[in-house]
T-cell receptor
Framework: AQKVTQAQTEISVVEKEDVTLDCVYE???????LFWYKQPPSGELVFLIR??????QNEISGRYSWNFQKSTSSFNFTITASQVVDSAVYFC??????????????FGKGTKLSVIP | DAGITQSPRHKVTETGTPVTLRCHQT?????MYWYRQDPGHGLRLIHY???????DKGEVSDGYSVSRSKTEDFLLTLESATSSQTSVYFC???????????????????FGPGTRLTVL
């Protein structure tokens, strides 16, 4: 069975600090996909990024960056120079196809980030 | 933003009553999903659909049923609501099956705004 662990339940940082949200996953499938979603206080779920298991290139998008390491089964998310608007719950997710119509969809329990002005 | 709506957005009901939640999409995506979100549990998949009249169970399907008679609508029914089903319910859609897009991104799930259900 798949598993996604977000060990940090809650994190508080002061505005402009950098913060890294950890995501560790387990899967038996050789091809899989990793995602990050943001859930602001308003409640909607916003897609941030998708990463293939065969593409370990890190990605940067503005103040956001993602570090994917297959060797440690991790897909960590870093926010540089955090802002109050970054306050949200962030979810890491894992999907894969195990064959015979067996789709695996697993979300982590989320990390609540509070950015203090 | 993906065109996904959920109705109702809020509902309070009593134990033992049937409840139906509706998810409607305008993207013509084949795959639709129902999740529930609870504190300490993150998002858990209830049921999903891979086409009209084609559905399958997820991780927490007990007590729930679904139907999909049209591409655009995916209904979640609680036949006899219980207090343990108090939760926030999210619908999601994707163009392609999860974990099968290769180099594309069609398996990305986009979520509706959620329905807050309280069972008294």
């Amino acid at each position: 069975a798949q598993k996604v662990t977000q060990a940090q339940t809650e994190i508080s940082v002061v505005e402009k600090e950098d913060v890294t949200l950890d995501c560790v996953y387990e899967t038996r499938d050789t091809t899989y996909y990793l995602f990050w979603y943001k859930q602001p206080p308003s409640g909607e779920l916003v897609f941030l990024i998708r990463r293939n298991s065969f593409d370990e290139q890190n990605e940067i998008s503005g103040r956001y960056s993602w570090n994917f390491q297959k060797s440690t089964s991790s897909f960590n998310f870093t926010i540089t120079a955090s802002q109050v608007v970054d306050s949200a719950v962030y979810f890491c997710a894992l999907t894969s196809y195990s064959g015979a119509g067996s789709y695996q969809l697993t979300f982590g329990k989320g990390t609540k980030l509070s950015v203090i002005p | 933003d993906a065109g996904i709506t959920q109705s109702p957005r809020h509902k309070v009901t009593e134990t033992g009553t049937p409840v139906t939640l509706r998810c409607h999409q305008t993207e013509n995506h084949r795959y639709m999903y129902w999740y529930r979100q609870d504190p300490g549990h993150g998002l858990r998949l209830i049921h999903y659909s891979y086409g009209v009249k084609d559905t399958d169970k997820g991780e927490v399907s007990d007590g729930y049923s679904v139907s999909r008679s049209k591409t655009e609508d995916f209904l979640l029914t609680l036949e006899s609501a219980t207090s343990s089903q108090t939760s926030v319910y999210f619908c999601a859609i994707s163009e392609k099956a999860p974990g099968t897009s290769g180099g594309g991104t069609g398996d990305t799930q986009y979520f509706g705004p959620g329905t807050r259900l309280t069972v008294l």
